[in-house]
């Protein structure tokens, strides 16, 4: 029942026009030489396994994770602060100069057992893709993410510190072995 629950909601989030004024990637990377770069590089790699990599990550998905940092509804020690001052138009700039990186990076599995992630991954299809990569731009590219950044991430999730009309529901039943093999898995994916 849970399952139809969150493919009802899937659905009603696809049928949403994503409509958002382009960026300019050149002002993006501009900008992206302080700060940014410090966590992200200007390649768009996270500098340390708990940082995502956000190299060719969907530009509304960057768009919409940047605004909920600024506004302080998801809240992070680093990103909060960074973000709070950037305008409209810097996180849209932002958005164009990451998005358009290359995603040719895969990451270490961490501890999980990625065989298992795969056969546990066929429910997170439907918002992130049979390879990782998501059919809706608002929503996150996984594969070649860190493992111990998606396995934070998840936690989060499940343990109701960050929320997600669909996240929330879909990683409340998982277990921390689970997590880990699921972000063995995509970690792991070509993106």
Known sequence: ???????????AVLAVPQVVLAGDAAAGMARAT???ASCHGMDGIGRNERWPN??????LYLIKQMNAFREGTRKDSLMTPMARPLTDRNIRDLAAYYSGLPADHTSP???G??????ELAGACAECHGADGRSPNREWPNLAGQKADYLIKQMRKFRDGIREDPLMSPAAAELGNDEINDLAAWFATLKP
């Open 34 to 36: 302080g700060a940014c």
């Open 54 to 59: 956000i190299a060719g990550q969907n530009d």
């Open 1 to 11: 029942m849970k399952f139809l629950a969150v493919s009802f909601a899937v659905a």
């Open 109 to 111: 599995p961490g501890d």
């Open 113 to 118: 057992i990625a065989e298992r992630g795969r």
